[in-house]
C-alpha cells in the first residue's frame, strides 16, 4: 500500500471508532433510560421554578421524585464503580434537597439546589471521559495493527 495513505487511513479508523461507539451505545441505550433521562431534566426545571417562586411543595414533590429515579432500572447506564459514586453523590444532594424544602429553609433550599445541579455536571463529564477513555482502548489496537500488519 501506498505509504503516503497510511496516516490518512489511521486517521479515518480513528475517527469512525469514535462516531461509531457513541452510535452503538445510544442503540443500546433503552427506551426506560431515554425517560429517566428527560424525567431527570423536567423534575430539575420544576425545581427552578419552585425555587424562585417559593413553591414549596412543588419542590418538595420534585426533589423526593428526583432523588427516587436513581432507583429506576433505567437509571444504571454504567456499571462502573466510579458511576456508582456519583450516584451517590447525586442522592446526598438530592436528599439535602428534600430536607431543606421539608424546613422551607430558602437558604438551605438554594445552596442544595446548586450542589444538585453540580452533581449533575460532575457525572455527565465522569461519563464524557468514561465514553472517551473506552473508544481510546478499542480503538488503538486496532490502528496499531493496520499500521504494522506483521
Ligand atoms: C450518576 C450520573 C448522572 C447524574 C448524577 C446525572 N446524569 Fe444526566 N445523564 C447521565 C447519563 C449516563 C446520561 C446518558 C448519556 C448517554 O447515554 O449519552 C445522561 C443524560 C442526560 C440528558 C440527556 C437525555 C437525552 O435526551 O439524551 C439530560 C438532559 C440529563 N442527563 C440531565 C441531567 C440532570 C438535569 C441531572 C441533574 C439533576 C443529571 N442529568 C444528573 C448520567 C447522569
Redesign the pocket.
Known sequence: MNVRLRPALLWLVLVAAVALV?LS??RA?TAQ??QV??Q??E??QGLLAGLVTSNWSALGKDSRA?ASLTMDPG?A??REPE?AR??V??LRSADALVDATARRDQAATLVAYNN??A??V???R??ARARLARVWSTAQPRARQRADPS
Do not use: A, E, G
Open positions: 457513541p451505545d445510544s441505550q433510560t431515554r433521562m428527560r431527570k431534566l423534575l430539575s428526583l437509571w447506564v454504567l458511576y456519583q450516584t453523590d447525586f444538585l445541579v452533581s449533575c460532575q457525572c455527565h465522569y461519563v
